[in-house]
């Protein structure tokens, strides 16, 4: 069964510094996606971003990147230059093998930006 | 813009009763969600419906089951609510596998 590990149940950066939050994962798809979501204390679940396992290079969106490491199942997400807003749940998550649709999610990290 | 609604932000419920839990997206998503969220334990999926009367159960049906009579709509029903099941619930919908799910703003169930 897939399995997604976040180690970090909660992590402090200074403001304007870069933050990595790490995500590990155990699938035995040859093709797979991973996501990564924040929850702010509102509790609405925020897409953040994806990468596909056969992408090339790693993705970004804006201040977010990950850092996929394909051999080490590991994609962890790193935020340049944290913003006071960044202070949120963050979790990682992977579609269910065997399921076109379900995704499993990790069990998330509390990131808290001090000022 | 996407959205998906959840029907209430806050709700409080007496054990034994009959809840029912609403979600509307608007996006024409074939696929759409329930998820329960507790601390600690991430967000653990109830059931989920990849078409108009079509279902499956995920990780911990027990206790719930769901409707999805028309494509836009997709509701959890707790037929005798238990104080176990106060938590968050989280309704979204997703096209396909390999694109994002949207997630409405979370129910918060206190069963009292």
């Known amino acids: 069964a897939q399995k997604i590990t976040q180690t970090q149940p909660g992590m402090f950066v200074q403001e304007k510094e870069a933050v990595t939050l790490d995500c590990t994962y155990d699938t035995s798809d040859p093709s797979y996606g991973l996501f990564w979501y924040k929850q702010p204390s509102s509790g609405e679940m925020i897409f953040l971003i994806y990468q596909g396992s056969y992408d090339q290079q790693n993705a970004t969106e804006g201040r977010y990147s990950l850092n996929f490491q394909k051999a080490r199942k590991s994609a962890n997400l790193v935020i340049s230059a944290s913003q006071l807003g960044d202070s949120a749940m963050y979790f990682c998550?992977?579609?269910?093998?065997?399921?076109?649709?379900?995704?499993?999610f990790g069990s998330g990290t509390q990131l808290t930006v001090l000022p | 813009d996407v959205k998906v609604t959840q029907s209430s932000r806050y709700l409080v419920k007496r054990t034994g009763e009959k809840v029912f839990l609403e979600c509307v997206q608007d996006m024409d998503h074939e696929n759409m969600f329930w998820y329960r969220q507790d601390p600690g334990l991430g967000l653990r999926l109830i059931y989920f419906?990849?078409?108009?009367?079509?279902?499956e159960k995920g990780d911990i049906p027990e206790g719930y089951s769901v409707s999805r009579e028309k494509k836009e709509r997709f509701s959890l029903i707790l037929e005798s609510a238990s104080t176990n099941q106060t938590s968050m619930y989280l309704c979204?919908?997703?096209?396909?596998?390999?694109?994002?799910?949207?997630f409405g703003q979370g129910t918060r169930l206190t069963v009292v």
């Open positions: 979204a919908s997703s096209l396909t596998q390999n694109t994002e799910a949207f």
């Open positions: 419906s990849y078409d108009v009367k079509m279902k």
């Open positions: 998550a992977i579609p269910v093998r065997g399921s076109a649709r379900q995704l499993t």
